[in-house]
């Protein structure tokens, strides 16, 4: 019985060309996908090579041994100052908002974080600009969202600064629980924008903030650094320029921790108002154990 065209039999040739057409179309969606891959590998590879001409180190890429790398981040798009993480970098980072007071801030100081005031994204660089404004010191604290449970890892940035009397890095890993010094706390790079790197441990089941182990360098800001803190169950390592420069096997935490790269002021002295200037994070990388 005849029911329609489409009940016919097609014709060979007919099928032939849809099968052509099906080829075709596969190839092309095959071969937008690789231009798409190949054009993102020569923008990463560009990249790279920008950040080895500019800081002397690319960011790395991939698992190391006895790491699984779980975050990178190397600033490709430009952020003006009062929009960052916005659309660009909010899947990335958040930031202490606008007036909160720093650790001086806490006990009395006029420092504050101000994000909207200190940080963007220049050709490939996150800067925050250090400065005062009608007396309120300011700087920020910037945290990377982490995959995981937060318990143990590897984390690395590269970083530089001006000289800066008066603001300080305290980056560090601060317990999830928010019991401290209880459940401690891990600092590094720690210190005075006008002075030397150091590090700090503050163990577990401490009882004071003077609780803690410090780590001490000779090497100031103001060229291109890697940092690095290791941290496993058994042992905390302090890296710098690929060199330990100290670690730990007693008092380790050992309860999950948020990265924190905090920049304040105040501690002891706040900057003179005048004091202003840059300090530079190239890219930032972190890890859990493999």
Not at 5 to 13: G, M
Not at 136 to 145: D, G, N, R
Request: proline share 8%; aromatic share 12%.
């Amino acid at each position: 019985m005849y029911t329609g065209f489409y009940d016919r039999k097609q014709p060979r040739w007919f099928l032939g060309l849809r099968v052509l057409a099906v080829l075709m179309l596969v190839g092309i969606i095959g071969f937008v996908s690789c231009s798409l891959q190949y054009n993102a590998l020569k923008i990463l590879e560009a990249n790279q090579a920008l950040k080895l001409k500019l800081t002397g180190q690319a960011m790395p890429i991939g698992d190391l041994p006895g790491w699984h790398q779980i975050f990178t981040e190397d600033f490709l798009t430009d952020v003006p100052v009062g929009s960052f993480p916005g659309s660009e970098y909010s899947s990335q980072f958040t930031v202490y908002a606008d007036g909160t007071p720093d650790t001086a801030g806490q006990q009395g100081a006029p420092s504050r974080y101000y994000p909207s005031k200190v940080v963007s994204v220049q050709d490939g660089i996150l800067d925050l600009y250090l400065h005062t404004e009608d007396g309120t010191p300011m700087a920020a604290a910037i945290l990377p969202v982490l995959p995981g449970n937060h318990l143990y890892g590897k984390y690395t940035l590269r970083f530089r600064s001006d000289v800066l009397p008066g603001f300080k890095t305290a980056w560090l890993l601060w317990p999830d629980s928010e019991h401290w010094p209880h459940d401690g706390e891990l600092d590094f790079p720690e210190g005075q924008l006008d002075g030397t790197i150091g590090a700090f441990l503050h163990p577990q089941n401490g009882q004071s903030s003077s609780d803690q182990v410090p780590y001490s360098t000779d090497i100031t800001y103001t060229s291109w650094h890697t940092a690095s803190i290791e941290w496993t169950p058994n042992r905390v390592n302090f890296i710098l320029d690929g060199q330990l420069i100290g670690t730990a096997t007693t008092g380790i935490p050992h309860t999950p921790m948020h990265w924190v790269i905090q920049t304040e002021s105040c501690l002891p002295t706040c900057p003179v108002a005048t004091t202003a200037g840059h300090l530079q994070i190239a890219w930032i990388v972190a890890y859990s154990p493999a």
